[in-house]
């Protein structure tokens, strides 16, 4: 058993199959070849598509058997990861050149899934099947034995396109992700072409073919002068907007229009820029649009902004380029397995493999074309000879034995075992020398190839072998002969399949949005025992102050472009803009704070209120359940941040009390218990909010704090504490950490 043991050191093992897991998922999943521009997945699902016939002239076949038969024979990975591949293949707004034709509900780009492959079909696109997959039998590509060496699969597909660009794709690796946009055919095609006839040929000239990314969904890339730099090296940000019309409408009332929008907004991100747009209307960042709809169907996008009249149109729609997803950013980075490795590359770089490509997949094309159209001038030329001598062949046939001695006498000339007619036929047997495959063909050939019409059609048909071999010669060894005719086919795939540009590419100026200026003023904010909470001006405050300080809890005079700032139990604060909370009536309910603040009132409890403005120059008293107690300077909570840490509490504390000192000269404690303590402010040390604070009052083993006043000496503050009216200034100053007097 010990000789069986094999030591080695962890950290090794470890590094080899981490390395050997990472290579997997990236050369055997996440990847795209740079060849074929397909990772392999897609590879073997187009395959098996072909081997299973289902090409673009014949009918549709269920998903569910493409998806298994791919995963029995090429893929057992999943049957998810074989569907979600198809369907994106058949999508016609994720991809520039769809490769599959589904038929069934095969999403929406507004993110809706698919339908279970039990319910979709699928066929071959016309593209599909004549440029990706037409010379798979003429062995222009090598083959490789499938998972379990039952089949053969190819190692890359014969793509007759730089699909890598024109389709475009994404992934994730291990340690790397690709992403490539897609590009529009024809331009490719042509760029393709113009590097072909010049390597040298650099990246911005190719750039004046190709100008950039054409996205399927349109839009308006917007740094056309940083293009050149991106497809120099690989990678890069293309700003991407949306487009944005304006109908004008009867009244002077205008609308916009988004008709096409960012590829990267595609799926749940067009719900994202409608509940955007929403919030910019809920928060006052504009007053312009007065109704949104989504009114998208197959056709295409078509988002409506129903505006007010007068509105200024253009400082929207920076508005909106600035604040949602209508413009946004696609970041480059054109990685792809490249000679067995993966590979950043450059637009050049990506053209010279696929050129290379092209020359390998027509060398290996013709040549097997040329050897048979040998293999065919060989049995012709047998056939054209035999026509000339049939007397004498059918004189041996009739004189053989058996088979054997025909075809001695056929290819070697031997007569021995053969009865002739006359020792003249005898001796022009033995001058006899066809091949071994003219042989088999003669003996094959039916009687009907002696007539005269056969005989002169076989002798064009050999003529036109002859070309044929002269034409794929010269291709072979010619190699302008071969890049012309490989010119010739892309000239042909482009008239084709070329479709017109979606996506403008131009230099445009960043969206710059000019807030409205508000006219800054007084307003009262208003806050119920409930939380909910709005804004008024100051003449209805005071038409109905009485009940507005009796039925609200906090009510505190702030200016509309000023901040609030709420202490929670937790020891949360959080900050709300004056301008978030909502403006209107007296009488209006008003909106619950947990709406425009991360204030979570099943979590946490309010437990003061103050406008920021009105504690930057005081400080502010501490107290929790516990009897700790710190003084912090107001300004310590004038912070950016929506929500932060205004103290540190120990387990299980929570603070009871914010107080706002001003010209506060002592504090009164009082715990549950009846327990009132009376301290002099002096007597409390200044901290910063970060710390947990002193002891204030000793507190007994179930008692804790439950309320705290601050008061000055003209001050007498009296309050009602078991239906007795009682002095808090009549109470005498103890020490800190004390019991206080039971009341």
């Known amino acids: 058993m010990e000789e069986r043991i094999i030591r080695t050191e962890y950290s090794e093992v470890m590094q080899k199959s981490y390395i050997d897991y990472a290579m997997s998922v990236i050369i055997a999943r996440a990847l795209p070849d740079v060849r074929d521009g397909l990772k392999p997945v897609q590879r073997r699902t187009l395959y098996d598509m072909h081997e299973l016939g289902i090409k673009y002239d014949k009918p549709y076949r269920k998903c569910a058997r493409i998806v298994g038969d791919t995963m029995g024979k090429y893929h057992p990975h999943g049957d998810s990861s074989i569907y979600d591949a198809l369907v994106v293949m058949a999508q016609d707004f994720k991809k520039g050149m769809p490769l599959v034709d589904g038929h069934g509900n095969f999403g929406s780009i507004e993110g809706d899934g698919a339908a279970a492959m039990r319910y979709t079909e699928a066929r071959l696109q016309k593209v599909t099947q004549e440029v990706f997959l037409n010379d798979l039998d003429k062995d222009v590509v090598d083959f490789m034995p499938n998972f379990d060496e039952t089949e053969k699969e190819p190692t890359v597909l014969p793509v007759r396109v730089p699909n890598l660009l024109i389709n475009g794709t994404e992934g994730i690796a291990v340690g790397m992700a690709t992403n490539v946009p897609p590009h529009n055919f024809g331009e490719v095609m042509e760029a393709a072409k113009a590097y072909m006839k010049n390597p040298k040929i650099t990246t911005e000239e190719l750039l004046e073919i190709m100008p950039g990314p054409d996205f399927p969904t349109g839009g308006i890339v917007i740094n056309k002068d940083e293009l050149k730099d991106i497809y120099e090296t690989g990678m890069g940000k293309i700003k991407i ?48 649009i007065v109704d949104i709809s989504n009114q998208s169907s197959k056709e295409g996008i078509r988002i409506v902004l129903e505006l007010k009249k007068g509105a200024d149109v253009e400082n929207l729609k920076n508005l909106l380029y600035k604040k949602t997803k209508l413009e946004d950013t696609f970041g480059v980075n054109i990685l792809a397995v490249a000679d067995g490795r993966p590979e950043t590359l450059g637009l050049k770089k990506v053209l010279e493999y696929y050129v290379d490509f092209q020359y390998e997949l027509a060398g290996r094309k013709y040549k097997t074309l040329l050897n048979r159209e040998l293999d065919k001038k060989e049995i012709q030329e047998g056939l054209i000879k035999a026509c000339d001598v049939i007397d004498l062949i059918i004189e041996i046939l009739r004189g053989s034995k058996n088979v054997k001695d025909a075809k001695a006498c056929l290819t070697r000339g031997e007569t021995g075992n053969i009865k002739f007619r006359s020792k003249a036929s005898e001796e022009d047997a033995k001058k006899l020398h066809f091949t071994e495959r003219q042989t088999q063909a003669i003996l094959e050939m039916r009687l009907q190839k002696l007539i005269g019409l056969e005989v002169e059609a076989l002798i064009r048909e050999h003529e036109e072998t002859l070309k044929k071999i002269a034409f794929y010669m010269d291709v072979l060894e010619n190699h302008k002969a071969m890049t012309k005719v490989l010119l010739k086919e892309m000239d042909g795939y482009k008239k084709e399949f070329d479709r017109p540009r979606r996506t403008s590419i131009e230099n445009a100026e960043a969206a710059v949005y000019e807030e409205k200026k508000i006219e800054e003023a007084p307003v009262m904010f208003l806050m119920d025992r409930f939380g909910y909470a709005k804004t008024v001006d100051m003449a209805t405050y005071e038409r109905n102050r009485e009940a507005a300080d009796n039925e609200n809890r906090y009510v505190i005079q702030v200016m509309n472009t000023g901040r609030l700032v709420i202490f929670t139990d937790t020891g949360k604060m959080h900050t709300i803009k004056v301008m978030d909370v909502p403006f209107g009536k007296f009488r209006d309910k008003g909106v619950p704070i947990d709406n425009y603040s991360n204030f979570d009132s099943a979590a946490e409890r309010v437990v003061g209120v103050f406008a920021l403005s009105d504690i930057l120059e005081e400080k502010l008293l501490f107290a929790t359940k516990t009897g700790m107690v710190k003084v912090v300077a107001g300004a310590e909570f004038d912070v950016a941040k929506k929500t932060i840490a205004s103290t540190k509490l120990a387990e299980g504390d929570e603070v009871i009390g914010v107080l706002k000192l001003e010209k506060s000269e002592f504090v009164v404690l009082q715990s549950k218990a009846g327990y009132f303590l009376k301290l002099a402010l002096s007597d409390i040390p200044e901290m910063k909010k970060t710390a947990v604070g002193n002891h204030g009052m000793k507190l007994g083993t179930k008692d804790e704090l439950e309320l705290a006043y601050v008061f000055n000496k003209e001050t007498s503050p009296t309050i009602t504490y078991k239906e007795k009216e009682m002095v808090l200034s009549s109470l005498k100053v103890a020490a800190r950490n004390s019991k206080g007097t039971k009341k």
Do not use: H, S
């Open 241 to 288: 907007r949306g487009k944005v019309e304006v109908e004008d409408l009867k009244g002077g009332k205008q609308r916009l229009v988004i008709t096409e929008i960012p590829y990267t907004m595609i799926g749940n991100n067009i719900a994202k820029f409608l509940n955007d747009t929403v919030n910019l209307i809920e928060t006052k960042k504009t007053t312009d």
